[in-house]
């Protein structure tokens, strides 16, 4: 069932800007739509998402993941194989990325983020994207993948760049590309150099590793790499951006996080199940599916709109509201099942930490722009600027 | 399907009705009880979802393959006979009444 009046066009600045509205329509009376602008379909509610997310078998991720997939990537990372050559992927770089072997990591994340902040002592006004979140998220992640150091900043550009999509032609525009095309380039550097003078790092690992006796391929090491350094910038750095949108949105929430640190985490999931940057990803169909009285055809392409399923009331309670006493169990704020984000336990840990010394030197924050400059992503949602001023 | 028992280290029962072709380790995350930790989703490639399987059902089991050993390897809490990997054991109807004990850590 097609409506003539409805449509959730996930290229309009106005979805960009606020998704929850549309998400709503589509839980209630579209659950399985059809999305003329995006081409495929939109999964909206909680319980098909998680469906979905669990059987890999009909919900593929072998043909991309991305709502707009860069070129020549899919099938040569993880987020783009299926099991079984994907559990065996993420098998090579997992144990870089648990959370028990994060603790050499700690003191380097609080000293990027004082570093940060003290690059802003004493202005009234800051912006949280520039001044914070980027040199924080830039300085974690070159460490985590043990990059080198310089080119930092031309490499978060790029990265936050090749995620986004031109609203006007409705697909990855030039500028798009040629961030993309530079990122691989820097990464196909790195991993040059790496195999030429192995170390401990994980890319020195990842690009000697083998599978069953065959080593990786050149294009799965390289698009891996690529991938990971794009989600690991884009995703860290936009989902604090979000969660200081939503602390300084809540003030009764941020103080209480102040005056009790401890209850950061429990802010963090909350974030992630309100208003977490991935906010879709796709899948294209493997088999014939029937759903809602749709058929969908093999071959067809899914959004499984994550940021829905997390304000479904179906399984949330008073979904629209901000509230860090929730504990929100099972939010698809890092996605889930196979594919749930290997970054779960860095993120948590980055956002926890960086808070802690922000809250120590800037208590007290609001919001100066009633609008937002919102990214233009299919897939990602946060804002480009967020400027706070002290209070 | 199939009813799950999950019991939580201190003793806290949880029984959940878990879907054919899920996994031990997505009925207990999915439904948020506590002590399965998940971290690589179900790739078997972090030994956080570390648990000892008893009951009837848990005889029917099949053994662990080389990758879910692999990890067990590597987990935090004490591996025991029962230890399994909740991420290696799909549910159906067989593993009705299954008991899963959680560890006391995951990491």
């Known amino acids: 069932m097609l409506s003539p009046q409805f449509r959730f066009d996930p290229y309009s600045p106005a979805v960009d800007a606020d998704p929850f509205p549309f998400y709503k329509t589509l839980r209630d009376d579209f659950p399985c739509f059809f999305s003329v602008d995006a081409k495929m379909w939109v999964l909206s509610r909680y319980d098909d998402i998680v469906r979905a997310l669990n059987d890999w078998q009909t919900y593929s991720s072998a043909k991309g993941n991305l709502m707009d997939e860069l070129p020549n990537r899919a099938g040569a990372t993880l987020g783009t194989t299926d099991p ?10 997992q144990h870089a990325f648990n959370k028990r072997n994060l603790d050499y990591i700690e003191a380097h994340i609080r000293d990027a983020a004082r570093e940060a902040i003290a690059g802003f002592a004493g202005k009234r006004t800051f912006d949280f994207v ?6 924080v998220t830039v300085k974690v992640l070159f460490r985590l993948l043990g990059l080198p150091p310089g080119d930092d900043h031309l490499v978060r550009d790029k990265a936050v760049l090749m995620v986004q999509s031109d609203p006007v032609t409705r697909q990855k525009g030039s500028e798009h590309i040629a961030a993309f095309e530079w990122v691989k380039n820097y990464a196909e550097k790195v991993i040059a150099e790496r195999r030429a003078h192995p170390g401990e790092d994980l890319i020195s690992q990842f690009s000697l590793a083998e599978i069953d006796g065959d ?41 209480r996080c102040v005056d009790n640190p401890a209850l950061l985490a429990d802010a963090i999931e909350e974030s992630l199940r309100f208003n977490t ?13 029937e759903l809602h009285g749709q058929v969908m055809r093999a071959g067809d392409f899914v959004c499984l709109a994550y ?20 504990k929100p169990k099972g939010h698809l704020g890092f996605g889930g099942g196979v594919h749930a984000c290997l970054g779960t336990a860095i993120g948590r840990l980055a956002s926890k930490l ?20 919102w990214m233009p992503s299919t897939t990602f949602r946060s804002p480009l600027r967020l400027v706070l001023a002290r209070q | 399907m199939a009813k799950i028992v999950y019991v939580e280290h201190q003793g806290i029962e949880h029984v959940v009705d878990v879907p054919d072709g899920w996994t031990v380790m997505q009925g207990a995350v999915t439904n948020g009880v506590p002590g399965i930790e998940a971290e690589c989703g179900g790739s078997c490639s972090c030994g956080t979802c ?20 692999a990890m067990l390897d590597m987990v935090a809490a004490e591996v025991k006979p029962s230890s399994r990997l909740a991420c290696q054991l799909k549910v159906t109807d067989t593993l009705d009444g299954l008991v899963v004990r959680m560890p006391a850590s995951q990491g």
Do not use: W
């Open chain 1, 84 to 93: 079984p050559r994907h559990d065996r992927l993420r098998g090579l770089i």
């Open chain 1, 354 to 373: 960086a808070f802690e010394e922000l809250h120590k030197a800037v208590p007290d924050y609001a919001r100066v722009e009633a609008t937002l400059p």
């Open chain 1, 130 to 135: 520039e001044d914070f979140s980027s040199k």
């Open chain 1, 277 to 289: 940057s991935a906010q879709r990803f796709r899948r294209c169909l493997a088999k014939d599916t």
């Open chain 1, 307 to 326: 940021g829905s399923g997390n304000r479904d009331e179906r399984r949330f309670a008073n979904p629209d509201v901000y509230d860090i006493d929730r």
């Open chain 2, 50 to 69: 570390h648990v000892y399987v008893e009951g009837e059902p848990a005889a029917g089991l099949a053994p662990p393959e080389d990758t879910e050993n």
């Open chain 1, 215 to 255: 080593r990786l391929s050149d294009r799965e090491v390289l698009l891996t790499t690529t991938t990971l350094i794009m989600a690991g910038i884009e995703s860290l750095g936009g989902f604090m951006t979000m969660f200081a949108l939503n602390l300084a949105d809540h003030a009764q929430a941020r103080r």
